[in-house]
Nanobody
C-alpha cells in the first residue's frame, strides 16, 4: 500500500514564494506519474502540475506556467512544487497524487488513484 503525505503549506502574501513537498512511501515502484492538484470550496479539483515518476518534461496548467515548478527526487521518494509569484487566486488546498496506469502524463483527477491528505495554501492580497 502506497501513501502520500504533503507538507509546506501556509499563509503568505501576494508575490511571495512557497514550496510544497510530497513524501511517498510504500509501493512507489508502481508509480507512473505524479501530480499536484488544488481545490477551493465548491469547486472541482483542478490539475496544477505533473511529472512522470521516471523523469521527462513536466506539464503545467496555463494558470501556473512560468510561476510554479514541479520536481522529484526519486532517492527520497519525494515530489516538490515550488510556487513563486503567488497570487490570491492560488489560494486552495493543494493535493499530491500518484497514478499507476498511464505511461503518458495525464491531467484528469480521475486518472490518479493515490492521494495525500492535502495542505492549505493561503495567499493574502
Amino acid at each position: 500500500q502506497a501513501q502520500l503525505v504533503e507538507s509546506g503549506g501556509g499563509l503568505v502574501q501576494a508575490g511571495d514564494s512557497l514550496s510544497l513537498s510530497c513524501a511517498a512511501s510504500g509501493r512507489t515502484v508502481s508509480f507512473r506519474g505524479m501530480g499536484w492538484f488544488r481545490q477551493t470550496p465548491g469547486n472541482e479539483r483542478e490539475f496544477v502540475a505533473g511529472i512522470a515518476w521516471s523523469g521527462g518534461s513536466p506539464l503545467y496548467a496555463d494558470s501556473v506556467k512560468g510561476r510554479f515548478a514541479i520536481s522529484r527526487d526519486n532517492a527520497k521518494n519525494t515530489v516538490y512544487l515550488q510556487m513563486n509569484s503567488l497570487k490570491p487566486e492560488d489560494t486552495a488546498v493543494y493535493f499530491c497524487a500518484a497514478q499507476r496506469r498511464y505511461l503518458r502524463m495525464t491531467t484528469p483527477p480521475a486518472d490518479y488513484d493515490i492521494w495525500g491528505q492535502g495542505t492549505q495554501v493561503t495567499v493574502s492580497s
